[in-house]
């Protein structure tokens, strides 16, 4: 008897302590230019406003299209921005370089390398929104001009001091051309 509780408890630990609770946070962008914009707390409570002694922020996203979408970090300094080129049904886990909201990236052997950055799993552009990232107060998506009714889910947020990027699933991903 003692054993079979044991067993049980045991399952039901690993249940609980393995099964994420993430929140998915779904965002389905409409009109000219939509943005949704969450305030720290709702995108993960533990997230601090100071992300300058961080390296990465990381998310877990899958995308209903293709189409180009900017995250928009808010800070007391202004904005920063950078783009996001996703793959399309695919759940990505995203590792964004805090440096990129800090600084233009300057290295690369021509325009291209020195613009955008292929990842696994998604694309990342650069722009000109650079700044500090001291006192980070909410984070914003925003798709300019969006084709249809794309939709956008994030969970997972979190800042991180490596990479984590990858394809969570499906596991190949393969188009219908098998591609």
Partial sequence: MKKIFASGLAICLIICCCTRGDKILTIKFEGNSYEKKFA?????????????????LTFDLTASSTQRFFINLYDTGGMRR?????????????????????????????????GQRGMPGYGLGFTGFVGTINHVDSVGFL????????????????????????????????????Q
């Fill in 82 to 114: 950078l783009r996001i080129l996703p793959f399309q049904g695919a759940w990505v886990r995203a590792s964004v370089p805090l440096a990129n909201f800090q600084k233009r990236n300057v290295l690369g052997h021509d325009m291209a390398a020195i």
């Fill in 143 to 178: 798709m300019q001009d969006p084709i249809g009714s794309p939709v956008l889910q994030i969970r997972n947020v979190r800042l991180t001091e490596n990479a984590e990027d990858s394809i969570l699933s499906p596991v190949p991903l393969v188009d219908e051309f098998g």
């Fill in 40 to 56: 720290l707390r709702e995108l993960n409570p533990s997230l601090p406003n100071d992300w300058s002694g961080s390296e990465f």
